[in-house]
C-alpha cells in the first residue's frame, strides 16, 4: 500500500488532470487566468492577448518528474527586497545577536559587522553585501552572509512563452510573517515578489486557490492588510502596480471544472 505521505493533494490532483488533458495548457490557463481577475475587477493585471503553450521541461509528462518543477517549485527571493534589506539594516530585526542565524564563523562576522554601532564597520559590510549581491545573484540559494531572505516554495507554478502562472492554495500563513529579519515580510507577498522577478519578461499573475467565495473574499481582505509592510523597497507606485499581480481566487470546484 503507497505511503500516504506520498499521496498528492486535492490541488496536485487537479492539476495533474488539467495538465494530463491539455498538455499545452490550451485554453484552461486564460480560463484560470479570467476567472481569478473576476474576483479583482478593475484591479486584476491584464490577461496577455496569447498566453502561451506550458514549456515541456517545466510541465514533465509524469506526475513523478512534476514535482519541484510543476509542484513545490522554488523560486529565489526578489533582489530588490535583499538589496534593499542590505542599505537599510536598521530597519531589520536581530533576535539572535550571538549567532545571527548562522553557524558558519564567517557569516557571524559579516553579520556582526552590518548590525554593529561602528558607522565605519556597517559602511563596510553593505558595500562588500551589495558587491556580492551583485556578482552572485544566481548563487542566492547558498549559504551566503547576505542572504536574509530564502527561496519561496509555490504550490503550483505554470511556465510559457509567454506567461507564468502560480496558484497558492490558502492558508491563514499567507499572511502571517515569513521573515525573521523583516517581520512585516508576509509569504503572499513574497511569493508575489519572487514570481515577479522569476517571469523576467513574461507576463505573471497570482492565484489563490480557496474552498468557497466566502473564504476568497476574507482571503483578499487579510492580502490587501498587509500589502503595503511586505513591500518597503518599492515606492507607491510600484507596490500599487505589483498588488495587481495578485489575480484573485478561484475556488476547488471552479478548477476541477476547468476546461
Known sequence: ????????????????????????????????????????????SKQPVSMGSLLAEDAPPTHEERQGKVFDRALAPSSAFLRWL??????????????FGAKSDDVRAWRRRLFSDD????????????????????QRG????????GFARVDACFVSETAVLVIERWRDSLTTSSSRWYPE?????????????????????VIL??????????????????MSGSFPHLVYEEQEKLERHLLGYVTMAQLAALK
Open 119 to 138: 558607522v565605519e564597520q556597517v559602511s563596510a559590510a553593505k558595500s562588500e553585501g551589495l558587491r556580492q549581491l551583485t556578482s552572485r545573484l544566481a
Open 209 to 226: 486557490a480557496v474552498d468557497d467565495d466566502a473564504q476568497g473574499a476574507a482571503a483578499l481582505e487579510s492580502a490587501a492588510t498587509s
Open 1 to 44: 500500500m503507497p505511503d500516504a505521505a506520498a499521496q498528492p493533494s486535492p490541488l496536485q490532483t487537479l492539476v495533474n488532470d488539467l495538465i494530463d488533458r491539455r498538455p499545452f495548457g490550451d485554453p484552461w490557463m486564460a480560463n484560470l487566468w479570467q476567472a481569478a481577475a473576476r474576483t479583482r475587477p478593475g484591479t486584476a
Open 86 to 99: 542590505l542599505e537599510h539594516p536598521e530597519e531589520m530585526t536581530v533576535d539572535d545577536p550571538d549567532t
Open 185 to 205: 515580510r508576509v509569504q503572499l507577498w513574497r511569493d508575489v515578489d519572487a514570481v515577479r522577478e522569476f517571469a523576467a519578461s513574461r507576463k505573471f499573475g
Open 142 to 149: 547558498r549559504n551566503k552572509w547576505w542572504l536574509f531572505e
